[in-house]
Each structure stands twice: as C-alpha cells, then as structure tokens.
C-alpha cells in the first residue's frame, strides 16, 4: 500500500503560521507529498521535501522562482495510478467535467485554489480538493487528504486539522 499526502494552499510563509502538527505528522508518513499549488515559497517545498518526496505545481500565489521551477499541470504515476495534479480549477460551473477532460485516463484529478475541500466522484474519475491545512477562508476547518493506493484501488480520505 501506499500513502499519498495531498495538500494546497498552504500559503507559507506568513507571520508566525506553520505547517499544523497533524499535518506534519501525515506528510511524514506519506510515501509521496502532492502539493496542488500556492506552496508561496520555494523554502517550504523544502521543508515537505524533508518529511517525504514531493510532487507540486504553481499556484497563481507563488513567488516567481518557484513558479518558474514547477509545471503548471502534471499527471503523475504512483504505484498503477494516474493522479492529474492542477492549482486553477476553472469556474464552479462544469468543473468535475472540465477536470476530467483535462486529464483523460487519469484515476484522480487534484486541484486546489478554492481552499474548499471536494473528494467525488465524476464518471469514475476522483475529483478531489484538499482544502488548505493553513488558511481555511470559507471551508468549515482546515483539511489534506490521504490517499490510500492498494493494488487497484485508490481510497480518498478527508483529514480535517483542529
């Protein structure tokens, strides 16, 4: 089995925030990070580069050496999965449609952006949103996601931080 840590949005760093225990805790026993954009600073994919590798794309918040570093969409391959990674979304409006068409064959599309969590499923496609671990905005608390990887089957967990 493998364990994937999905984040987004952590918008680091800012003032005295950090990455929450908890979510320190999850990354550390992920296999892989998958960060879906608005790291901000290049110093914190370091930071998550310490607790497990990581995988990332641009946000239309990070700094511009980070930005130039990183793809703006990417599909990864973990264990006999397709994970499609993208920060914008796009309009609410047909989203879990335009996701998927953005990334035909994948299992798992991620995407961050809103800081609202989604985890369905669009025609047998996971449409998946971590929410943010650091700056909630209009999500009910802060949140990542955990994907169990076993054999053929992806397992989406929502874990929200107190």
């Known amino acids: 089995m493998t364990l994937v840590a999905v984040l987004a949005d952590t918008h680091l760093p800012r003032g005295k925030r950090r990455l929450p225990d908890e979510c320190v805790r999850r ?22 580069a310490r607790l497990a590798p990581v995988e990332a794309v641009y946000g239309n918040m990070d700094e511009p050496v980070l930005r130039d570093s990183l793809p703006q969409r990417q599909v990864l391959e973990v264990d006999d999965a397709r994970i499609g990674v993208v920060h914008i979304p796009g309009p609410r409006a047909r989203r879990e449609a335009r996701l998927v068409g953005w990334f035909p064959g994948c299992d798992a599309v991620v995407y961050g952006h809103t800081h609202v969590p989604q985890l369905e499923q669009h025609r047998g496609v996971w449409i998946l949103n971590p929410g943010s671990p650091t700056e909630r905005r209009r999500a009910p608390q802060h949140s990542l996601i955990v994907l169990d990887l076993a054999e053929t089957r992806l397992n989406a967990r929502l874990v929200t931080i107190t």
């Not at 990354?27 to 998550?48: K, P, T, W, Y």
Request: glycine letters at 4%; a negative charge; proline letters at 0%.
């Open 27 to 48: 990354c550390e026993a992920a296999d892989l990070i998958v960060h879906a954009g608005d790291v901000v600073a290049r110093s914190v994919l370091e930071e998550l």
